[in-house]
């Protein structure tokens, strides 16, 4: 009787936990851009931002992923920059520098701006950013506790340019791991 209470009560717990997220399915979730970052063709100005959403599935609840979108002045695109752990199970490099929409859901999470530069400042940045990204050392590696994950990799850039002035928020889970000796 009592294991039987206790796997009814597990079954139920896992079948409120499953349903509480909105975003079973990654396949189908938003990609939508959310309409935070400003439209590439419309703005001459350099634009670096840093973004972070809930993280797919239960890991959401507490963890964020994020991630750093770049436009150069004059440019009519943006360059992201994050890490991406399933590239890693395959023996694929995790980090992605790629064009693509830079205020992306995060697989149906809205992200948040974490930090913004625009302008000289931002065009000042920029390059350093970019060769921090290129010299990120877990590069082929990724684990989701305690790291290296995507928080470690945006956490690294910000360590190595301080400018940036980045402060990740406590849900920014392995941001810490950049921070320890190897």
Not at 5 to 22: D, E, F, I, N, T
Not at 152 to 181: C, H, K, M, N, Q
Request: negative net charge.
């Amino acid at each position: 009787m009592k294991i039987t209470r206790s796997l009814l009560l597990a079954l139920l717990v896992g079948a409120v936990l499953y349903g509480c997220s909105g975003r079973n399915d990654w396949a189908t979730a938003s990609r939508e851009s959310a309409g935070i970052a400003p439209d590439p063709a419309m703005t001459d100005e350099a634009v670096l931002h840093v973004y972070g959403a809930d993280a797919f599935g239960w890991r959401g609840w507490f963890a964020i992923h994020t991630w750093i979108a770049a436009k150069r002045a004059e440019e009519d695109h943006y360059t992201l920059y994050d890490v991406v752990g399933w590239r890693g199970r395959y023996g694929g490099r995790v980090v992605r520098i790629y064009r693509d929409v830079p205020d992306r859901f995060w697989y149906g999470a809205r992200p948040q701006l974490i930090k913004a530069h625009t302008g000289a400042d931002a065009e000042a940045l920029i390059d350093r950013v970019d060769n921090a990204a290129r010299a990120y050392p877990w590069a082929n590696t990724y684990k989701a506790f305690p790291g290296p994950n995507s928080n470690t990799f945006v956490a690294w850039i910000g360590r190595e340019v301080p400018e940036l002035e980045l402060d990740l928020p406590f849900s920014a889970i392995g941001s810490g791991y950049a921070d320890e000796p190897h």
